[in-house]
């Protein structure tokens, strides 16, 4: 007995050391984050330089003249009251090469323009992790740039750049070989992309509003399993044009305004195996423009007000237009050949004359969306001032009747009679 | 002045014609609004009414009232009214009341069921055109004496801005489309105000799609309200030009 508690005895200075050793290297380490406080006069590069990994760093409101501001360790950096950091046009602002970042409330401005760099408020390289939130980003050549990261989240920024001289604009949002993001709720203005993704994979882009933009609101390519939800493209210079990719979800969105020759609501460029539905295409001279796209699924979407609403090239192939809404279009379909083997079925045509005598909601005959005179204007473009016309609509009538001209199978079996009832913004 | 247009225009409200051209305008529009309920297709068959049947109801009356007024004109020429006066009281007189019948047809059930910015142009543009054509008949009338030869060249005109021209024009297209032919067809279209009227409202209905041109010229023309003021000028000189030079042969015309 008494040898026994000897034993104990002898064992509890170790113990004790022991778990008070652990005790003092917690307090060194990671799991006690030290807060440091930068005010107005201070330098943020100095506080980043002071602290360590894990730590944050509040910036009091202020105007802060500084770039290139490296972060290479796990920080992150809480503006309070939404200090201004401008670089004066002189390059970028923070410069990321680190895991598990934080950037929230700042306004970054002025980082000018370059030719030889990609100057960006926030630019972003080889790391996890990050999160850039709530920040105004104004006039600067790229928004946020990253390149090889994963893991990132991207919300409710606001970035707005003033140059219309189109060489000298940058992208908004730029992720270039990245993998699992979210962009959501950020509004971008004026860039010349607005949300620009090459080579970015999962990501999912969702209530963005991109507009103004001097090139395309949207722009990706081979950026494969990515999904965009409600988000709005309007009025951008080029409008949205996706390219090379499969497996792209896009719902709920609305396309408007992009109005030129040359300009799209949508430009799908060999896009595969992806899913358009739900979205809203109005006031677009070209609602979709479709080339070398295939098995993809066009449904439920309203084309409005378009002056073309598909442009559905021979190229294509296994599409399927299903259950869309036309309304208002000048054009509602042009095509460039007499090949078709895509299908239309159950869209609703305001231009459809039929009948349904069998009263099942669907047209007895079959609806021929292409119109003489949109092949006549695709080759004459300034043929388009005779258009409504009692003369053209003579020609088109004519020529709906009995097609020579126009691809004989190209037309919708079972045109609806009234509007499909499609529900645009569900949460 | 006053007094004559008052008295043109109720010789005008006696014959009915006018009241019969208010009716069917009002059960044609009545009749669009219940069968398409899309604004935007309301505006498109409305269109169809404005460019046909507005030009040819305008100018075939204008031109029967014209004759059957003769007498009327020949007495108060007899007075101490100058020709300018009696001309111009009739004419305006046929003119209002073809307005004023036209856009209560057309506007009062717009006003019942709605509209939108489109059909505010429609309107403007079927006035343009009722006085156009009014212009336009009264031009034929003074240049022959003969009732049926003159509602012979009136007819010649309707079909011909409706219909011939069109066809002309895009024949023109058809045959010289190598060649940059932009503004050359705006200029033709410039020549009939049928097509000026379908222009102002294709700037309109169709915007997205006239957007897609290429040339700056028509990018400036149509992407702004310069194209519609520039169509609407034109339209007026549509409305002022025949009716001088109809005043010009009447005031030397030996009745």
Known sequence: ?427 | MLKLLKYSLYNILRTRFTLLYFGFLLLATFAIYSLDHDLARVSLSLLNVVLLVVPLICIVFATVHFYNSYEFIELMLAQPVNRTTVFMSQILAVGISLSLAFMGGIGIPMLIYGGEASMIYLLFVGVMLSLVFTGLAYLASVMTRDKAKAIGITLLFWVFFSLIYDGLVLFMIYVFYDYPLENATLAMVMLNPVDLARVIMLMQLDVSALMGFTGAFFQNFFGSIRGTLISSGVLLLWILIPVYFALRVFKRKDL
């Open chain 1, 1 to 427: 007995m008494r040898k026994f508690e000897s034993y104990r005895l002898r064992w509890f200075p170790m113990v004790f050391g022991m778990m008070a050793l652990l005790l003092v290297a917690n307090a060194a380490g990671a799991s006690s984050p030290t807060k440091h406080f930068v005010s107005e006069g201070e330098s943020i590069s100095e506080a980043i330089e002071r602290a360590v990994k894990g730590d944050t760093l509040i910036i009091r409101a202020g105007y802060y003249e500084e770039h290139e501001i490296i972060i290479q360790k796990p920080l992150t950096l809480i503006g309070e009251g939404r200090p201004v950091i401008d670089a004066g046009d002189a390059g970028d602002i923070f410069l990321i090469a680190a895991d598990s970042v934080w950037i929230e409330g700042f306004e970054l401005k002025n980082t000018g323009f370059s030719s030889q760099n990609d100057n960006a408020a926030i630019r972003v390289f080889d790391s996890r992790y990050l999160t850039v939130e709530d920040n105004r980003i104004i006039n600067t050549f790229f928004g946020i740039h990253l390149s090889n990261s994963q893991h990132i989240s991207i919300r409710n920024n606001f970035l707005e750049a003033f140059e219309k001289r189109s060489h000298r604009t940058g992208n908004g949002i730029h992720l270039w070989q990245c993998d699992t993001a979210l962009i959501s709720a950020n509004h971008v203005i004026g860039h010349r992309d607005g949300i620009y993704l090459e080579f970015a994979v999962m990501v999912e882009t969702n209530r963005n509003i991109v507009e103004n933009n001097n090139r395309y609101g949207l722009h990706f390519m081979f950026s494969h399993d990515n999904a965009y939800y409600h988000n709005e493209f309007r009025n951008n210079e080029a409008g949205v044009a996706v390219m090379y990719t499969r497996n792209v979800i896009m719902k709920y969105n609305l396309f408007e305004k992009s109005l030129g020759s040359g300009t799209y609501g949508v430009l799908l460029k060999d896009i595969s195996n992806s899913v358009m539905k739900y979205n809203r295409i109005e006031n677009n001279t070209t609602g979709i423009y479709m080339d070398g796209s295939n098995n993809n699924e066009i449904h439920y979407n309203l084309f409005r007000r378009n002056g073309w609403g598909i442009k559905l090239l021979t190229s294509n192939d296994g599409n399927t237009i299903e259950g869309n809404n036309f309304v208002g279009n000048t054009f509602d379909i042009s095509t460039n050949g007499r090949l078709v083997t895509n299908s239309l079925e159950r869209n609703y045509w305001d231009k459809y004359e039929g009948y349904d005598l069998d009263g099942d909601g669907y047209g007895d005959i079959p609806y021929r969306p292409i119109s003489l005179y949109s092949t006549i204007v695709e080759r004459i473009p300034s043929a388009i001032i005779l258009w409504r016309s009692f003369m053209v609509s003579m020609l088109d009538r004519a020529e709906r009747v009995i097609p020579s001209i126009t691809p004989e199978n190209m037309k919708d079996l079972k045109p609806k009679m009234r509007p499909n009832d499609i529900d645009f913004k569900p949460e």
